[in-house]
């Protein structure tokens, strides 16, 4: 059987979290290609961005904390918002990655698996 409804509170979360994140990383970061634009005009358009950031992770974090601690969400939050900023930083902003980092990312990441490990 495919559907397996425990898989799917496991990994939903985590699918919302992530299209969450997009959509406050657009709302944060979107107008910094747009530096001609009003600041007003910047902000409306963030709040409206950010709605439906909200839209994905409230659900996200209501239906996760079934399966996942607090704590476990907020580092999956974290974790994510590295990989989706660090994609759009380079793609959308052109900005250079450098290898500082890409260590201070190892080191988050480290700190996630401490979170999820259960002694």
Known sequence: MLYNKPMIKNILPIL???????FMTFAWYGHL??????????????????????CFQVPA????HEVYSAAQLKTIQEVITLIVFSVFSVMYLKEEFRWNYLVGFVFIVLA????FKKW
């Open 16 to 22: 919302m979290l992530t299209i969450s994140n997009v």
């Open 33 to 54: 290609r747009h530096k001609s634009t009003a600041l007003w005009i910047v902000i409306l358009v963030s709040w409206g961005i950010a709605f439906f950031e909200y």
């Open 112 to 115: 996630a698996f401490f979170i």
């Open 61 to 64: 974090n209501r239906i996760g």
